[in-house]
């Protein structure tokens, strides 16, 4: 064993990533992999809520203590990822008055700031909310935008010294005289494929210690060394709508139940949410009455959601746990809180710990205890900086300034771009070239895309959550072509071929759950600019070859200057 | 008292404009009445017919010779070919500019997206820029335009398997127009041709274009610039162009908003105007009243319904795109007529998988009887004096069979015809 131990951690969600950020901060040797992008998993997949902790407050005590712990760390150290929209706890009529008193009594017992406010207070934060609504409860809910959030971390991590590696997914465990020693990893990458970090082919990764941060996909990596980890994947729907019909994040007031929250997130609101296990986190079924319930039931809180449109639906994994005697039948019974399990305690396989359960809000204090608790194995004593250091693009900063005459940029777009981009809006802005929107929807300039494609490579599915272009209204119908040629400067068009066609079937894919009314329409214009303006669809490149001479060489092409075209008198109605 | 005429076509698309023109030209009273702006600034301008089968096939060399292979639901079936062949040649006579009506042969244009694709009748502006043309070719793309990127396009294109080489270079447009300007824009600085600053010197802005491009060119016999090169006056800038860089210029058709799909709106307008028609844009036909036939319809304006009665209506309102067929969570319909679309019961039946899937819902749109009236459920026509034209129509995938505009205008022509002949 070296002077540095070496940690290979696996997953490059929000745990995985803060496992490296902090393991890093404190001097170690740290190498991430990620079968996918960068939140391919759950954290990818969430509503993008940063609990106040009161959606806990009565049924968990100690994780709603967790949460507003942590949502007053993060407000700090990721103030670029994070918007305090606040949150509301409404009561309809026909909820509970019990509960509603639990709620407000469970929040004051965590240190949670609540308050009551009345129907009428209530409709005039949220003019959209139901006109029966009784009364609600104020909390510091926020917005977080969680691939902004886990790409900070992961640049911190480099900033540290780790290696960060996506599109490699562990295919083995390397276990020699009983111990873990590494991992072997497929790197999904190389010419002709994708281009990022490393070339393509396996490796091997000799590590001193293994952090197995896998959420739900934990199960699948203990059975590479024959270990036994009960995930139990919790699948849940959450539904986007193409714009924010409220600014504060509306919570149903009741126990528990599906379709109970609302969360302004960007240009759109998330609806959700579901809980219902499933038996493989990759592949289950996602259904019509799914969407159609977020839609029906939240309607009962904000009315016009009903008359809506929605941009795209998609499911989540959550990777509950709980340990084996406790036996829960419904997945809403499982606690949210995470379990440490270390293989040489629990299974006397030492050289490796799994990491399960937990919320998205807590990530950093689970990177914290993870780290502690590898530190430990090796007898070093460094603290966690984590909570204290801002992460990069939280520095030092302020939206106040004019960014718009300093970067050339249009009020809406300037700032849109130096709140997603924070303390970098700088070094990223300031470029020689004309910097002009790449996509319209959300406000996207070449000099955020061509950051992106530095930091990410060719995948411009990476470059999308790095930026979020292509995730508006028109879901990469008018700007997937315009990323991929953004692309053309470094690669080659096979592989900006690729990547184009990858980042329009992404984007299909979550459309597929809002095809009706207003979304119909745009997927269908969608679908005739790729088919019948471009001829994506049967793009000889992709394709058998044409030949060419079979067609029509034009009338006029011996003519020398156009002398077909009535104009050339220079007249002044030609076309 | 309602507004009269003989035939009244609601849509002022392609569809629209064709059938508008066909029955003004048997010699009726046509009124046509549209409400937003024509899908066709979306479009490309091309005017295709048919470059593939519904089992994919192609791209076809000859589109006349494979509508008889058709399946019987399909529009170009319910006219029959010689009626392609005769709309389309009312097209040509409407609209001279355009190319390709001296073969049935299909055309290959480059796309903007560095594809090709097979097309029937072309703009005179796209014309040099043939793929089956052997000469080389430079395109030139501008710095702040994202949607062509020439050296990509070039390379795309290559891809294809082009027969000729292609290069693409990157110019900064002259006249400090802002990083995000509308293609609109420059096409008016090109139109004035205004004078612009160059290097402290004013030049007039062609000059100042070619200026630019001139160094760029090696042995290219013909160079090609997105479809930016004006509005009003786009002969006279190809040439201007074209005579200082001494080779052919030509336009890549591009995506929205689109300039040769504007032009092309603009010339089937006065196509129609100079017919005598009349013309009524910027108001929804909101109502009717009817049961077999239809006595009248209601257009709003400013908040009141103004009547207008005919004796012989063309539906010709457009698709999903166009807003002629629209959707709910529950079910696909007409909104003006209410006429019947066929759809399968359950949404998730309406699309496919992969984006470029055999999506149902491409083909939504009414079904008609042969002479182009729409049916409704238990296939009785809706209307006695309602025919529909254009891509309110189903049984077709005009994305994948880039049929778009050839269905547009044979069911216009068809459609606006015997409407005429009937009210005669």
């Not at chain 1, 806990?56 to 670029?80: G, K, M, P, W």
């Not at chain 1, 460094?382 to 050339?408: I, K």
């Not at chain 1, 530095?454 to 995948?459: F, I, P, Q, T």
């Amino acid at each position: 064993m070296g002077p540095t131990p070496h940690i290979a951690v696996i997953g490059g969600g929000s745990t995985g990533a803060g496992i490296a950020r902090d393991l890093a901060m404190r001097g170690l040797d740290v190498t991430l992999v990620e079968q996918g992008n960068l939140t391919h998993g759950t954290t990818g997949r969430m509503h993008g809520l940063l609990h106040s902790g009161g959606r806990y407050a009565v049924s968990d005590q100690a994780s709603a203590t967790e949460c507003i712990e942590e949502n007053r760390v993060l407000r700090d150290i990721a103030s670029h990822c994070v918007e305090m929209t606040g949150g509301l706890f409404v009561k309809r009529p026909e909820d509970s008055e019990e509960y509603f008193q639990k709620k407000l009594s469970g929040c004051e017992e965590c240190g949670i700031p609540a308050e009551v406010v009345s129907g009428e207070e209530a409709r005039a934060m949220e003019p959209h909310l139901a006109k029966d609504i009784d009364k609600a409860i104020s909390v510091p809910d926020g917005a977080i935008d969680p691939f902004r959030l886990v790409v900070a971390n992961a640049a911190s991590a480099q900033e540290h010294g780790a290696r960060i590696e996506t599109h490699s997914k562990v295919t083995d465990l390397l276990v020699e005289s009983g111990e873990v020693v590494g991992i072997e990893v497929e790197h999904d990458s190389g010419p002709g494929k994708r281009v990022h970090g490393t070339e393509g082919g396996t490796e091997q990764i000799r590590a001193d210690y293994v952090v197995n941060a896998t959420g739900a996909w934990a199960g699948r990596i203990g059975d590479m060394a024959g270990l036994d980890i009960e995930v139990r994947p919790s699948k849940g729907v959450m539904t986007i709508m193409n714009i924010r019909q409220v600014d504060t994040v509306i919570n149903r007031c009741r126990p528990k139940g599906d379709a109970d929250i609302v969360v302004p997130h960007e240009t759109t609101a998330i609806l959700g949410t579901t809980d219902e296990e499933v038996e493989d986190p990759e592949d289950y079924p996602e259904e019509q009455w799914e969407v159609d319930m977020m839609i029906d039931t939240l309607s009962e809180l904000v009315p016009m959601l009903d008359e809506a449109r929605t941009i795209r639906s998609f499911w989540g994994v959550r990777p509950l746990y709980e340990p084996p005697d406790v036996g829960s039948d419904d997945p809403t019974d499982i606690t949210r809180d995470f379990f440490l399990l270390d293989h040489d305690e629990r299974d006397d396989l030492p050289g490796m710990t799994s990491i399960v359960g937990g919320k998205f809000t807590t990530y950093r204090m689970m990177g914290e205890q993870i780290s502690d608790h590898v530190c430990g194995k090796f007898g070093i004593d460094a603290d966690c900086r984590t909570a204290d250091e801002p992460l990069p693009g939280s520095e030092d900063f302020s939206v106040l300034r004019d960014y718009m005459d300093e970067f050339g940029l249009r009020s809406p777009i300037g700032r849109r771009s130096v709140e997603r981009l924070g303390s970098r809006a700088d070094e990223v802005l300031k470029t020689d070239g004309p910097n002009p929107t790449v996509c319209e929807c959300e406000g996207v300039t070449r000099a955020e895309i061509q950051d992106a494609i530095e930091g990410s490579g060719s995948d411009l599915n990476a470059v999308r959550i790095r930026t979020r272009a292509s995730m508006g209204n028109c879901q990469g119908g008018f700007c997937s072509h315009r990323m991929a040629s953004e692309l053309h400067s470094e690669y080659d068009e096979s592989i900006v071929r690729e990547a184009w066609d990858e980042l329009l079937q992404e984007r299909w894919k979550g459309q597929r759950h809002a095809l009706w009314g207003e979304q119909l329409s745009q997927a269908a214009l969608n679908y005739a600019l790729h088919a019948t303006t471009q001829n994506r669809d049967q793009d000889p490149a992709d394709g058998e070859p044409v030949d060419f001479s079979a067609f029509d060489t034009g009338h006029s092409q011996a003519g020398g200057v156009d002398s077909a075209d009535v104009a050339a008198d220079g007249g002044t109605d030609g076309y | 008292m309602a507004i009269e005429s003989e035939v009244l076509v609601i849509g002022g698309g392609l569809g629209g404009l064709t059938s508008a023109l066909a029955a003004a030209r048997e010699g009726a009273d046509v009124r046509l009445v549209s409400y937003k702006q024509s899908t066709l600034r979306q479009a490309s301008g091309l005017v295709d017919v048919l470059g593939y089968t519904p089992d994919g096939d192609g791209p076809l060399t000859n589109p006349y010779e494979a509508i008889p292979s058709l399946p019987e639901s399909h529009p170009y079936r319910k006219v029959g070919v010689q009626t392609v062949r005769d709309a389309l040649s009312l097209f040509d006579d409407a609209v001279p500019t355009y190319e390709g009506e001296h073969t049935e042969t299909n055309a290959l244009l480059p796309t903007h997206g560095g594809s090709i694709k097979p097309t029937a009748r072309y703009p005179a502006g796209a014309s040099a820029g043939l793929a089956s043309d052997t000469r080389d070719t430079l395109l030139v793309g501008i710095e702040e335009m994202v949607d062509f990127d020439a050296p990509h396009v070039a390379a795309h294109l290559d891809a294809t398997g082009v027969p000729f080489d292609v290069r693409g270079e990157t110019i900064r447009f002259p006249g400090d127009l802002r990083a995000d300007a509308k293609v609109t824009r420059y096409a008016k600085l090109l139109d004035t041709n205004s004078e612009v600053a160059v290097r402290g010197r004013m030049v007039p802005a062609r000059e100042a274009l070619a200026q630019r491009v001139n160094p760029l060119l090696e042995d290219e016999d013909r160079v090609g610039f997105p479809a930016i090169l004006g509005d009003d006056n786009p002969g006279a800038i190809r040439d201007a162009l074209g005579d200082r860089l001494g080779v052919d210029v030509f336009e890549v058709p591009m995506g929205p908003p689109s300039l040769p799909g504007l032009r092309l709106e603009d010339a089937l307008f006065a196509a129609l105007d100079e017919a005598g028609a009349s013309i009524e844009t910027g108001n929804p036909v909101v109502d009717f009243e009817g049961e077999d036939r239809i006595e009248k319809v209601f257009i709003e304006k400013n908040g009141a319904k103004i009547p207008n009665s005919a004796d012989q209506y063309v539906l010709a309102t457009g698709g999903f795109v166009g807003k002629g067929v629209e959707s709910d969570r529950e079910g696909v319909y007409e909104p003006i007529f209410d006429c019947h679309v066929p759809h399968a019961e359950d949404r998730y039946d309406w699309f496919e998988g992969q984006l470029f899937g055999d999506h149902e819902f491409a083909r939504y749109g009414v079904a008609t009887d042969d002479d182009l009236r729409p049916l409704d459920a238990s296939e009785h026509s809706e209307f006695e004096n309602l025919r529909a034209a254009g891509s309110v129509l189903g049984g077709y995938d005009f994305a994948a069979e880039k049929s778009g505009s050839g269905v547009s205008i044979a069911t216009g022509y068809a459609a606006g015809q015997r409407a005429a002949q009937e009210a005669r």
